[in-house]
């Protein structure tokens, strides 16, 4: 066409198709040729592979929509309303536990990543956590009746149960569910993504060695887990003879469970320091332990009037709780009661006692999803102010020279700089972190690489908790989760 000149600039679409109707007949293009009257009746141009390419179409569009549903309407279309930087898709989630999962994933865990909340405080939680039975963790002095009390609820022994008046088991075991009676090695279970206790690696090798599972078929097992523990030593044994750190394992396995145990005996009612720091680092789950005196059988009414009086005295040494803590009185074994020393009288009370405890036993499925919801938003608020913590420990470093300097003395005035925080985010001191322990974990680190401030994260995690959680249980009224 490039040998054809007209006179007008413009060419009308009819024009064009004869141009192209004219070069596909093998007709040289001329003004003569394009004005005669044959053009007048020329057919429209054709394009060679049009129909292949448009039937080819036709067909993988059908197929796709044979292959593709389409999506159904979520009865939950208008969850999480609420003006939050992201939103959860309300078509994807099914119940609380599953929500929580989401909310954490999209909207707490980058926080908890971005401030080292994993390394200072708790492991980053996986959707085993989230979807774990509830747990109840047994806790006292060696020969106190924890492995014949789990014994007692279950009705039947367990794999590697060993009882006995010395210190007989010497590792932590977890009792739980499953096809066929077995024991699982500690190493084996922590890298199991079903199993909720991959944060146990962070112990190490020497405590995975002194951990182990123990698997049954069991209708009480399908709903709860139990945990026994070794017995608490007295003195420096304690400290010699453990190879891992026997107090913050408690910690941990503390965070994750429903029901704390403390069982004591009559004949060893004396709490030892390393007992003490055990109870210490309970704190901030005071709402979760219960006291149960065992073995109240050996011993007669009056003995069990000074008992009871003097493990109290005991306790508020060592809870610091003007609350007093419930106390289960009873003989949790499957021996019968000796009539002899406790008379009709201490029967009556050690069946009541006991029909007590089991019941608050049965309450903890019914529970759990309030639990995990309760500790989704305790450890929401806890990642805030670790973030608050970091941030404002990075503000104070120089900007060139002094910084090994500035970091000693931050970490020296830990405590100083934590009532700064209070004071500046109005924060409560009830909700900050054991300094000694901070100040510990902090050493390792190098301040003046930590995050400054991100207000839209903190944001974002405010929203969470003012608006995506009460939406979540406002549209999932069921208690089970």
């Known amino acids: ?33 394009l004005t ?65 999962k989401r909310l954490y994933l999209q909207k707490l865990k980058p926080l908890e990543v971005t401030y080292h909340y994993n390394d200072f405080v708790s492991p980053l939680l996986t959707n085993s956590d989230f979807d774990a039975k509830p747990m109840v963790l047994l806790l006292g002095q060696y020969s106190t009746g924890k492995t014949t009390f789990i014994k007692h609820m279950l009705k039947s022994s367990y794999p590697g149960a060993h009882i006995g008046p010395e210190p007989t088991t010497d590792r932590f075991v977890v009792v739980m569910s499953g096809p066929d009676e077995r024991s699982i090695p500690g190493n084996t279970i922590a890298v ?48 010699t003879h453990r190879q891992y750190d026997f107090t913050g394992v408690t910690s941990w396995f503390a965070a994750k469970c429903d029901l704390i145990l403390l069982l004591f005996d009559p004949h060893k009612l004396d709490v030892s320091d390393e007992f003490k720091r055990v109870i210490s680092s309970l704190r901030g789950h005071d709402d979760k332990i219960r006291v149960v005196l065992n073995k109240a059988d050996q011993v007669d009414t009056q003995q069990l009037m000074r008992i009871y009086g003097a493990l109290m005295w005991s306790l508020g040494k060592v809870l610091n709780v003007p609350e007093v803590m419930r106390v289960y009185i ?51 608020r806890a990642a805030k102010i670790h973030a608050y913590i970091i941030s404002h420990l990075k503000k104070q470093m120089p900007a060139m020279i002094g910084k090994a300097k500035a970091q000693q003395k931050l970490i020296d005035n830990l405590d100083t700089e934590f009532v700064k925080i209070q004071k500046e985010f109005h924060l409560p001191p009830g909700d900050f972190p054991n300094v000694e322990h901070f100040k510990e974990t902090l050493s390792g680190y190098n301040i003046d690489k930590f995050e400054k401030l991100n207000k839209k994260m903190i944001q974002t995690v405010d929203d969470m908790l003012a608006y995506d959680v009460p939406n979540l249980l406002k549209t999932f009224r069921n208690p089970y989760g």
């Open 1 to 33: 066409m490039g040998h054809c000149r007209f006179k007008t600039r413009r060419i009308s679409w009819f024009q064009r198709i004869c141009h192209c109707y004219a070069g596909q007949c093998g007709y040289s293009i001329t003004h003569d040729l």
């Open 192 to 239: 199991q993504a079903d199993m909720p206790f991959s944060g146990l690696t962070t112990f190490g090798t020497s405590f995975l060695s002194k951990f182990e599972c123990s698997q049954m078929p069991h209708p009480l097992l399908e709903h709860i887990t139990f945990v026994d523990s070794p017995g608490v030593l007295s003195g420096e044994k304690q400290r």
């Open 330 to 380: 009873g003989s949790f074994n499957d021996k019968t009661i000796n009539d002899s020393l406790s008379g009709p009288l201490g029967n009556e009370l050690f069946q009541k006692e006991q029909d007590d405890l089991l019941s608050d036993l049965k309450d903890i499925p019914k529970k759990a999803c309030d639990r995990k919801i309760n500790e989704f938003v305790k450890r929401a």
């Open 36 to 100: 005669s009257d044959a053009m007048r009746h020329a057919k429209p141009p054709t394009m060679d592979g049009l129909d292949v390419l448009l039937t080819k179409k036709k067909r993988k569009q059908k197929d796709k929509e044979l292959s593709v549903s389409p999506p159904h309407p979520s009865p939950t279309s208008k969850w999480f309303t609420a003006k939050s930087a992201k939103k959860v898709p309300a078509s994807s989630v099914t119940s609380i536990v599953d929500g929580l």
